[in-house]
T-cell receptor
Framework: DQQVKQNSPSLSVQEGRISILNCDYT??????FLWYKKYPAEGPTFLIS?????DKNEDGRFTVFLNKSAKHLSLHIVPSQPGDSAVYFC?????????????FGEGTQLTVNP | NAGVMQNPRHLVRRRGQEARLRCSPM?????VYWYRQLPEEGLKFMVY????????ESGMPKERFSAEFPKEGPSILRIQQVVRGDSAAYFC????????????????FGPGTRLTVL
C-alpha cells in the first residue's frame, strides 16, 4: 500500500538546466507535503514544503507545485548545480492536533552533471 | 546549535542479540519519530513519541521492537533477538511542541544508525 510514489528512480540533468522531480499520492487526507534531500550516510534534510491550500511555494532555486485534483506534486530546481546531486524524497502528512507522521516515497536519485 | 543526535552511527549484531539505538532530539523538541529505511526503499514510519508517552506505534512490528522516550535522557529504540531482516538504517526525527500551529510540519532528522545483523 504505497500511498506516496515517486515513479522515477533516477534523473540526470546538465548543470544550469532545470531538474523536475515528480511525486504522486493516493490518500486524499494528506494536506501537507514536504521534500527532503538525502546524501549517502546522512539523514534527510528538509528542503521545502507546501500546504494543500496552496498550489505553489517557492524558496530560492526550489519551487514546489501541487495539483490536488491530480494528486500530484513536483519539485523544480533551477538552475541545477552539481551539489544538488542526492536522493530526493517526497513526503506527505495529515495535520493532527498533536503532531503527524510522514509518509515517504521511494526517492529519486538526482545527478547533476558539470 | 546541535541537531538531532543518534548513536551509535553503526551497530553490528549477531542474530539473536539485542540492539539499542539512541536518539537525542534537538533542544526544545519534545516530539520524537523513528523511521526505518531498508535497502533501496524509502523511509517507513515506525513510532511517534512524546516525553514518557507513545502517541502512535502503528508502524512498529508487533514483536521484538519497542521504543521509549523517558522524562530524562534520550529516546531508545530497542530490538530484541535481531534477525537478518532487521538490517537497515534507522532514523530518528524530532519536532518542537505544537509545531503544527506555526504552519510547518518539518521534522528534523538525525544522521541515522546503520544496523547490520550477521
Amino acid at each position: 500500500d504505497q500511498q506516496v510514489k515517486q515513479n522515477s528512480p533516477s534523473l540526470s540533468v546538465q548543470e544550469g538546466r532545470i531538474s523536475i522531480l515528480n511525486c504522486d499520492y493516493t490518500n486524499s487526507m494528506f494536506d501537507y507535503f514536504l521534500w527532503y534531500k538525502k546524501y549517502p550516510a546522512e539523514g534527510p534534510t528538509f528542503l521545502i514544503s507546501i500546504s494543500s491550500i496552496k498550489d505553489k511555494n517557492e524558496d530560492g532555486r526550489f519551487t514546489v507545485f501541487l495539483n490536488k485534483s491530480a494528486k500530484h506534486l513536483s519539485l523544480h530546481i533551477v538552475p541545477s548545480q552539481p551539489g544538488d546531486s542526492a536522493v530526493y524524497f517526497c513526503a506527505a502528512s495529515v495535520r493532527e492536533t498533536s503532531g503527524s507522521r510522514l509518509t515517504f516515497g521511494e526517492g529519486t536519485q538526482l545527478t547533476v552533471n558539470p | 546549535n546541535a541537531g538531532v543526535m543518534q548513536n551509535p552511527r553503526h551497530l553490528v549484531r549477531r542474530r539473536g542479540q539485542e540492539a539499542r539505538l539512541r536518539c537525542s532530539p534537538m533542544k526544545g523538541h519534545s516530539h520524537v519519530y523513528w523511521y526505518r529505511q531498508l535497502p533501496e526503499e524509502g523511509l517507513k514510519f515506525m513510532v511517534y513519541l512524546q516525553k514518557e508517552n507513545i502517541i502512535d506505534e502503528s508502524g512498529m512490528p508487533k514483536e521484538r521492537f519497542s521504543a521509549e522516550f523517558p522524562k530524562e535522557g534520550p529516546s531508545i529504540l530497542r530490538i530484541q533477538q535481531v534477525v537478518r531482516g532487521d538490517s537497515a538504517a534507522y532514523f530518528c526525527a524530532s519536532s518542537p511542541p505544537r509545531f503544527f500551529t506555526s504552519g510547518t510540519h518539518e521534522q528534523f532528522f538525525g544522521p541515522g544508525t546503520r544496523l547490520t545483523v550477521l
